[in-house]
């Protein structure tokens, strides 16, 4: 699957992929100081499990956020685990190599719990998120 | 209240198909139920202490660990709150009395019945598993107010028939100078997620014992096209300050053992008192205080780090195929016989080394297979502890030799005649305590279970210092059921074979422990199917001793090869006595009794092997040909053959797989030409005299 670039002030709109998807872009609101700058955002399923991390991968790996600054929205997480928070770790070094540094508007308390427990919640910038109860607590 | 068991999917907070290890958790959850119930039967008033409760405690964790990884959630919830428990108990909160471990025993009964009916998908009445729970949770409130109101020494006194039952005190949870700060280094190896352990959730579980702080180093984590989901490459460093002992916390990881490298040490107190925050996750690590490659190290010997489990089915088929080797290395070397010279020679001592190297081979599988006795002995301890409590008799059981190794299939097959066996001697053979103070005997009735190794076999004695056989009684019974003709004599001997009969029972009152008709002769046959046999010993007043005598193996057998005619044949050697020529004269005619001839002041029936067979013999006299003595259940026959062949190991093909049970046949073996012999069922052949089939009425 190959998903759109954004274009101009436009923002970004992935397509969704045929299959069900773990991932997908959403549209996320831009706050007025950083309207100039593209921004592409991401909403994480409720499921983010080592039993869904192959698609989980594919759709980060199929996602281009370009030059885009990455915005994440994990209001939804209702379950988590070691393989789920690894890959997004991944996908954070992916970008911070690109020197892009993800952005989460968004974080459900389990998402919150689990990266805490880990000590991954640093490295994933997810201190700094805004909470975001997810549908299922 | 009655569910049906569905082997759900696991939780959605674990990640892959884990149906796969359903099996594995079965075979461990049973392995833990064992020692758990070894354990509370060491357990008991004034007999309590604390690495007992603490193995029964980990035995529990560990199945908690397993239901809930799996989402066997009423195992898990069930095993949790028997946890609690045991965790009161533990720490000295609570006192160990005889109702508590009866229910502690009885919820191990649970457990077992539970994973049962999970095994096999079926129905399960968690009733019973419901009232213990209440129960267990209603001691656990109960023990709680009470600690609320009453300082933690006056415990005993909340509870005055405990008070004998004090258990060495363990410090209390509270006691803050207990605190210490633990140092973990954790790292996953390559299996970790995908055996379904998540450290999310082992870690979730130390946050529970303490104050927990995670350091995680991320740098070898891959770059996300190249990461594989199912493999962990973050390692971690934790401190936890807790009043929990080491155990406690490698108990957490104990289903991760052999997946991961985990290093657990103390911290020096100052160390631990520093306040510790949340470290960033990518900055340099401090270099480790110790390899983090030692898997557990402070475990014993007793860890399994170097034993895997491999499915039954595969070492027999590797034992087959051995034995198959057997049979063409025998053939080799017969051929070998036709080659002259040097070259002839040099065939010959290879093969002698090949043959070696097979029996070597042979002997290292057999290995595989033997198992020690005591695994089938543990279930023992319970039995008689139950049944003893329910007839009201006092009863102490001895168990020796349980270090002796047996064949598998043996194994599993002499657990039944042995319950039995054992059943019968708590019920019948040990006396009521009042009869026992009457005979001037100890109050206490004593059973001892021993194995040890004879020859090429295995003995098992089960021995009680009960009544004895009444043989009187016996040999009315027998006569009054038209076994036993009213005019004939019986040895003691004799008398004893009598209660191997089918349907014979001597108990005035049937129980429910015994006498309901599986009687003896199952116990006999089981044990004959097995190659085996059984003698007893018995005298009125001072005891029962039941001899069972079995095959190291099923698979093998050292054989006495014999010729009659043109036929080869097989004796199983432990059943040779020796083999003479008769003298002319030395057999006679009785009457009901066919041929016998006199051997050591003994007369021994004959047994007409070409008779029994349907072959020619070289020679019909029985002067002419040679007589073998043989010996099975206690009796012995001459076996009338032309030849004495020569002495060979022997693999056993079941006649019974291959063709049909045949009485006075064993089995049947490839010898080293290529033709089959038969192999001989001594005990089976005895059977076949006159004088046995008129005892038995056949």
């Known amino acids: 699957m190959k998903a759109a670039r954004p274009r101009g002030r436009k923002r970004a709109s992935l397509a969704k992929p045929a299959a069900k998807p773990v991932l997908h872009a959403a549209p996320v609101p831009a706050s007025p100081a950083e309207q100039p700058k593209l921004r592409a955002g991401l909403k994480l399923e409720a499921s983010c499990t080592l039993r869904d991390?192959?698609?989980?991968?594919?759709?980060?790996?199929?996602?281009?956020?370009?030059?885009?600054?990455?915005?994440?929205?994990?209001?939804?997480?209702?379950?988590?685990?070691?393989?789920?928070?690894?890959?997004?770790?991944?996908?954070?070094?992916?970008?911070?190599?690109?020197?892009?540094?993800?952005?989460?508007?968004?974080?459900?308390?389990?998402?919150?719990?689990?990266?805490?427990?880990?000590?991954?919640?640093?490295?994933?910038g997810l201190e700094e998120a805004p909470t975001g109860a997810s549908s299922g607590h | 209240m009655r569910w049906a068991w569905k082997k759900r999917r696991p939780g959605p907070a674990v990640g892959i198909e884990l149906e796969q290890f359903h099996e594995v958790f079965f075979e461990e959850a049973s392995e833990?139920?064992?020692?758990?119930?070894?354990?509370?039967?060491?357990?008991?008033?004034?007999?309590?202490?604390?690495?007992?409760?603490?193995?029964?405690?980990?035995?529990?964790?560990s199945i908690k660990g397993g239901a809930g990884m799996f989402g066997f959630n009423d195992i898990a919830g069930f095993t949790h709150t028997l946890e609690t428990l045991l965790d009161e108990l533990r720490a000295g909160r609570m006192l160990v009395t005889a109702p508590l471990c009866d229910g502690l025993l009885q919820s191990v009964d649970q457990i077992r019945s539970m994973l049962g009916a999970l095994q096999k998908s079926q129905v399960f009445d968690t009733t019973a598993a419901e009232a213990l729970r209440s129960g267990f949770e209603r001691l656990i409130a109960e023990q709680k107010s009470a600690g609320q109101k009453k300082a933690p020494g006056a415990a005993s006194a909340a509870a005055p028939k405990t008070a004998a039952a004090a258990m060495p005190a363990v410090a209390p949870a509270s006691n803050d100078s207990e605190r210490r700060c633990w140092k973990i280094g954790f790292r996953a190896l390559p299996e970790l997620l995908n055996r379904g352990n998540d450290p999310l959730r082992m870690f979730a579980e130390l946050r529970g014992l303490g104050e927990l702080t995670v350091r995680a180093d991320c740098t070898a984590v891959p770059e996300l096209a190249a990461l594989d989901p199912?493999?962990?490459?973050?390692?971690?460093?934790?401190?936890?300050?807790?009043?929990?002992?080491?155990?406690?916390?490698?108990?957490?990881?104990?289903?991760?053992?052999?997946?991961?490298?985990?290093?657990?040490?103390?911290?020096?107190?100052?160390?631990?008192?520093?306040?510790?925050?949340?470290?960033?996750?990518?900055?340099?690590?401090?270099?480790?205080?110790?390899?983090?490659?030692?898997?557990?190290?402070?475990?014993?010997?007793?860890?399994?780090?170097?034993?895997?489990?491999?499915?039954?089915?595969?070492?027999?088929e590797l034992l087959n195929t051995v034995g198959e080797i057997v049979i063409t290395q025998s053939m080799l070397t017969?051929?070998?016989?036709?080659?002259?010279?040097?070259?002839?020679?040099?065939?010959?001592?290879?093969?002698?080394?090949?043959?070696?190297?097979?029996?070597?081979?042979?002997?290292?599988?057999?290995?595989?297979?033997?198992?020690?006795?005591?695994?089938?002995?543990?279930?023992?301890?319970?039995?008689?502890?139950?049944?003893?409590?329910?007839l009201g008799k006092k009863i102490r059981l001895q168990i020796s030799g349980e270090q002796t190794e047996l064949d598998k299939t043996v194994l599993e097959?002499?657990?039944?005649?042995?319950?039995?066996?054992?059943?019968?001697?708590?019920?019948?053979?040990?006396?009521?305590?009042?009869?026992?103070?009457?005979?001037?005997?100890?109050?206490?009735?004593?059973?001892?279970?021993?194995?040890?190794?004879k020859g090429g076999a295995i003995n098992i004695v089960i021995s009680d210092d009960g009544g004895g056989l009444n043989r009187q009684r016996i040999l009315e019974k027998a006569r009054s059921r038209g076994l036993v003709d009213a005019t004939a004599v019986l040895s003691e001997e004799q008398i004893n074979d009598l209660i191997f009969l089918p349907g014979f029972s001597t108990a005035t009152q049937t129980t429910d422990l015994s006498g309901r008709g599986v009687g003896m002769d199952v116990v006999r046959r089981n044990i004959k199917d097995l190659g085996g046999n059984v003698e007893l010993k018995s005298e009125l007043g001072q005891g029962t001793t039941i001899?069972?005598?079995?095959?190291?193996?099923?698979?093998?057998?050292?054989?006495?090869?014999?010729?009659?005619?043109?036929?080869?044949?097989?004796?199983?050697?432990?059943?040779?006595?020796?083999?003479?020529?008769?003298?002319?004269?030395?057999?006679?005619?009785?009457?009901?009794?066919?041929?016998?001839?006199?051997?050591?002041?003994?007369?021994?029936?004959?047994?007409?092997?070409?008779?029994?067979?349907?072959?020619?013999?070289?020679?019909?006299?029985?002067?002419?040909?040679?007589?073998?003595?043989?010996?099975?259940?206690?009796?012995?026959?001459g076996l009338f053959i032309d030849e004495l062949l020569g002495q060979q190991q022997v693999v056993i093909k079941s006649m019974e797989t291959n063709y049909a049970r045949i009485e006075g046949v064993g089995g049947a073996t490839i010898l080293g030409?290529?033709?089959?012999?038969?192999i001989l069922d001594v005990p089976g052949l005895l059977r076949m005299t006159p004088a046995a089939q008129r005892r038995t009425g056949t």
């Open chain 2, 32 to 61: 833990a139920l064992d020692a758990m119930e070894n354990s509370l039967l060491k357990l008991g008033p004034g007999a309590a202490d604390s690495e007992t409760i603490n193995t029964v405690f980990r035995a529990a964790h």
């Open chain 2, 334 to 390: 017969q051929l070998s016989r036709r080659f002259d010279g040097v070259h002839g020679d040099s065939l010959r001592s290879g093969l002698a080394q090949l043959e070696m190297n097979i029996r070597e081979l042979q002997e290292s599988v057999m290995r595989v297979r033997m198992l020690p006795v005591g695994s089938v002995f543990s279930r023992f301890p319970r039995l008689v502890r139950d049944l003893s409590s329910r």
């Open chain 2, 673 to 678: 030409e290529g033709t089959v012999a038969l």
């Open chain 2, 547 to 637: 001899t069972i005598t079995l095959p190291l193996t099923l698979a093998i057998v050292d054989g006495q090869t014999i010729s009659v005619g043109t036929e080869t044949y097989i004796v199983p050697l432990v059943t040779v006595v020796e083999s003479l020529q008769l003298q002319p004269g030395a057999v006679s005619h009785i009457y009901d009794h066919g041929e016998v001839f006199s051997f050591r002041g003994e007369y021994l029936p004959v047994i007409r092997l070409h008779e029994v067979f349907g072959v020619r013999p070289l020679s019909e006299s029985l002067y002419d040909g040679l007589m073998m003595i043989v010996e099975g259940d206690g009796r012995r026959a």
């Open chain 2, 413 to 453: 097959k002499i657990g039944d005649p042995l319950v039995h066996l054992v059943r019968n001697s708590v019920d019948h053979g040990i006396e009521s305590t009042q009869a026992r103070l009457d005979a001037g005997k100890q109050e206490e009735g004593t059973i001892h279970l021993n194995a040890y190794h």
């Open chain 1, 53 to 124: 991390a192959m698609d989980m991968q594919f759709q980060l790996l199929a996602v281009d956020f370009g030059d885009s600054q990455v915005l994440l929205d994990g209001s939804a997480v209702e379950h988590i685990d070691t393989a789920g928070l690894q890959m997004l770790v991944a996908f954070a070094k992916h970008y911070s190599a690109r020197g892009q540094r993800m952005q989460w508007t968004a974080a459900s308390p389990e998402l919150l719990r689990g990266s805490r427990l880990l000590g991954l919640a640093d490295a994933l």
């Open chain 2, 230 to 316: 199912a493999c962990c490459g973050i390692t971690w460093q934790l401190e936890l300050l807790t009043d929990a002992p080491r155990s406690s916390i490698e108990l957490i990881f104990e289903w991760a053992e052999g997946d991961c490298e985990l290093v657990v040490e103390p911290q020096k107190p100052e160390r631990a008192q520093q306040p510790v925050a949340i470290a960033l996750p990518e900055i340099e690590q401090e270099a480790p205080t110790g390899t983090l490659s030692a898997v557990r190290a402070s475990q014993g010997a007793g860890g399994d780090g170097n034993s895997i489990r491999v499915a039954i089915e595969k070492i027999d």
